[in-house]
């Protein structure tokens, strides 16, 4: 059976939304809270980053509010809420499965 288009984030993917859902901001305030909130462990290149968010507008996962030049603002929507909420689920699963299945969380 093929998937469908974003069935599951890719991490950078995820951190976009989980961005968007503190609030509207622009690629390189994005950037910068991914790189933050995993304390350096994941970094987002321009043409990755700018790739997801033509993704995201596609889907309608986010939307642009605001242009200042080169500066471009984006808001998460509600069917990126859900989707986000979908992957926090998923991966809630994985988890789970890992602590029930062999206890990898706490070996």
Not at 18 to 41: H, K, S, V, Y
Request: hydrophobic share 40%; aromatic share 8%.
């Amino acid at each position: 059976m093929p998937r469908r288009p974003l069935e599951n984030l890719t991490e950078s993917m995820f951190y976009v939304l989980l961005a968007l859902r503190r609030g509207p901001m622009c690629g390189m305030e994005i950037a910068a809270f991914l790189e933050r909130a995993t304390n350096g462990r994941l970094r987002i290149g321009p043409a990755t980053l700018y790739t997801v968010l033509s993704k995201f507008e596609e889907v309608k996962y986010i939307e642009e509010i605001a242009v200042e030049g080169r500066k471009r603002t984006y808001r998460i929507t509600q069917r990126g809420v859900e989707a986000y909420n979908a992957e926090v689920n998923r991966l809630t699963a994985c988890l789970q499965d890992a602590e029930t299945i062999g206890g990898l969380l706490h070996d």
